[in-house]
């Protein structure tokens, strides 16, 4: 077990609908970054968040968006959703920004339909 | 387009022989990690080597960094058939002037028993 949290695990819905993502990272860890994985591909960096603030943006789309609260946990907000959309998104954390491990969670398999 | 190439993509082997990964990637590092992930599941750290050091050591796990080629290899020596599983390197490369945790496509290692 990491100690990162992410719900839900599954996660089926239409083309067009929005779905919000969960991740609570491990207690501590001030950096959560997101990713998503299409099947058998490498992971695809979205963004990073830390300590509440925007780091780092990747190949997001406008159609995403990300954000962390208070709390520490990030949520991940898909919206006009796509066939292409279908993945695993992970999230991981880290204690700092740089030069230490991620911790990931089990990620959440996303399913467009 | 990815910060880090492994290669092979896919690689089979024996049970007791030993595996080597290799990865490149294209812009200036503080670190690079290596990562494993079995099918479906999320990332679990290996190994973490800093830009100033030339190979590190854990358990059956050698890593090896040459800055001056960009390029990083991962041996996993003894294999056993619970190594299969997705191997990935990561470097910190930068996005819009901030530094991310990015991924390779990954090697995927089938250690036949």
């Known amino acids: 077990d990491s100690g990162v949290t992410q719900t839900p695990k599954h996660l089926i819905t239409a083309t067009g609908q929005r779905v919000t993502l969960r991740c609570s990272p491990r207690?501590?860890?001030?950096?959560v970054y997101w990713y998503q994985q299409s099947l058998d591909q490498g992971l695809q960096f979205l963004i990073h968040?830390?300590?509440?603030?925007?780091?780092a943006k990747g190949n997001i789309l406008e159609r995403f968006s990300a954000q962390q609260f208070p709390d520490l946990h990030s949520e991940l907000n898909l919206s006009s959703l796509e066939l292409g959309d279908s993945a695993l998104y992970f999230c991981?954390?880290?204690?700092?920004?740089?030069?230490?491990?991620?911790?990931f969670g089990q990620g959440t398999r996303l399913t467009v339909v | 387009s990815q910060q880090g190439e492994e290669d092979p993509q896919a690689l089979s082997i024996q049970e007791g022989e030993n595996a080597t990964m290799n990865c490149s990637y294209k812009?200036?590092?503080?670190?690079l990690q290596w990562y494993r992930q079995n099918s479906g599941r999320g990332l679990v750290h290996l190994i973490l080597?800093?830009?100033?050091?030339r190979e590190k050591h854990s358990g059956r796990l050698r890593v090896t960094l040459d800055t001056s080629k960009k390029s990083s290899s991962l041996l996993i020596t003894a294999s056993r058939a619970a190594d299969t599983a997705s191997y990935f390197c990561?470097?910190?490369?930068?996005?819009?002037?901030?530094?991310?945790?990015?991924f390779g496509s990954g090697t995927r290692l089938q250690v036949q028993p």
């Open positions: 991981a954390s880290s204690v700092a920004t740089l030069n230490t491990e991620a911790f």
């Open positions: 207690s501590g860890d001030l950096s």
């Open positions: 968040y830390y300590n509440g603030e925007e780091r």
């Open positions: 812009t200036s590092i503080n670190n």
């Open positions: 080597i800093r830009s100033n050091e």
């Open positions: 990561a470097t910190d490369r930068l996005y819009t002037g901030r530094r991310a945790l990015t």
